[in-house]
């Protein structure tokens, strides 16, 4: 088991990682202090598959669990499914002392985040990551989002969970596009933060993809270390926490082109971190063997790293658009080498479209 502490002051809390970890979530909870009213929010594929369990732990720890079911995926992200969540919350009495537990991935943390940060100007959160992105990013570090109908994740606020309980035993039945996906954060975090952990990454590729228990525990334990120290350092994103956007400036602009129903969003982020390496190559940031190491390994756990889908000029459109501007210019975070990074402001258009050109 690797357990985790993420050093906020008032707002510290433990990231538990450990195969088979879901069944305790009910004693967990307890020992937190919390009140007795719970609310999980998830969809009905996850619910089939480790509702039981969850509901039965909380149950049998002397919770009174109210279960809110979600669509599946991006489409949960809007006001209207918030605004379903808020009314499931008054109706069943939940008030400040109750908790919203999230079950799912990133789309049903972001939403239950959400929610749970605005109901009673907030309330308890605890997160139960189901896929390897969710585990190794999205669950902890206390951003929460909807979407706007141009723009994602424009709507949100910063809420911590109390906890998160990260169960790797949970991934040996996760659908393989899925799967692959959640290796755009690790392989990010590795460029961006640590050159030994992203040589790891190179050599135990195969142990990874084969999903050989322990050294996806390890893997994602390593991930969910790396980002606690960055949140630790920068809770709400004033600089530092800037470096885990690494390959979401035009992994998001890709997303919003292609109307966010092409790519998965690790597959965005693929694209994005293939697409920013070349930039800093172009721009004289970063060399080639830089570039091309992180394109090797994206590629090698089955990612895409070239042809978007998207025309350069659309997906440059969308960058105009980025929540990261500050009066027109959007920063970028490139690798000057594996395991160091700079924010480059003011990148030339032109340098952008080229590159974007270049990856079709």
């Known amino acids: 088991m690797h357990d985790i502490s993420v050093k906020l002051g008032v707002r510290s809390y433990r990231i538990v990682v450990d195969a088979g970890i879901l069944g305790r979530v009910g004693p967990e909870l307890k020992g937190l202090g919390v009140g007795a009213k719970v609310a999980l929010f998830s969809d009905a594929g996850i619910l089939a598959r480790l509702g039981g369990p969850v509901r039965g732990s909380l149950a049998a720890a002397g919770f009174d669990v109210t279960v809110v079911e979600l669509p599946a995926g991006e489409v949960a992200k809007t006001v209207e499914v918030a605004s379903r969540g808020w009314d499931a919350l008054l109706a069943a009495g939940l008030d400040r002392g109750s908790t919203v537990v999230a079950l799912g991935g990133g789309a049903v943390g972001d939403l239950a985040g959400f929610v749970a940060a605005t109901y009673m100007r907030g309330i308890n959160f605890v997160q139960l990551p189901t896929t390897l992105l969710a585990q190794v990013d999205a669950s902890s570090g206390g951003k929460t989002a909807i979407d706007h109908p141009k723009v994602k994740n424009l709507i949100g606020a910063f809420h911590q969970p109390r906890l998160v309980l990260v169960d790797t035993a949970v991934l040996a039945t996760l659908p393989d596009r899925e799967y692959r996906s959640g290796f755009a954060e690790v392989i990010?975090?590795?460029?961006?933060?640590?050159?030994v952990y992203f040589a790891d990454l190179e050599s135990s590729r195969g142990s990874l993809l084969a999903r050989e228990i322990d050294t996806v525990t390890r893997v994602v334990a390593g991930s969910c270390r790396l980002k606690a120290h960055v949140v630790e350092r920068d809770e709400q994103e004033a600089e530092l926490r800037a470096v885990l956007n690494y390959g979401h400036t035009i992994g998001h602009a890709v997303e919003a082109a292609t109307g966010f129903a092409r790519w998965t969003h690790g597959e965005a982020v693929s694209l994005g971190i293939a697409a920013e390496a070349r930039l800093a190559e172009r721009l004289g940031v970063g060399s080639r063997e830089t570039a091309n190491r992180q394109i090797e390994l994206l590629r090698a756990v089955?990612?895409?790293?070239?042809?978007?889908?998207?025309?350069?000029s659309a997906v440059l459109e969308a960058?105009?658009?980025?929540?990261?501007?500050?009066?027109?210019?959007?920063?970028?975070?490139?690798?000057?080498?594996?395991?160091?990074?700079?924010?480059?402001?003011?990148v030339p258009r032109e340098a952008v479209l080229e590159t974007l050109r270049e990856l079709g």
């Open 188 to 195: 990010k975090h590795g460029i961006m933060l640590d050159a």
């Open 302 to 312: 089955g990612l895409p790293v070239r042809d978007s889908g998207a025309a350069p």
């Open 319 to 346: 960058l105009g658009r980025d929540k990261k501007s500050r009066e027109g210019r959007v920063p970028f975070v490139l690798a000057p080498e594996i395991g160091r990074f700079t924010v480059v402001f003011d």
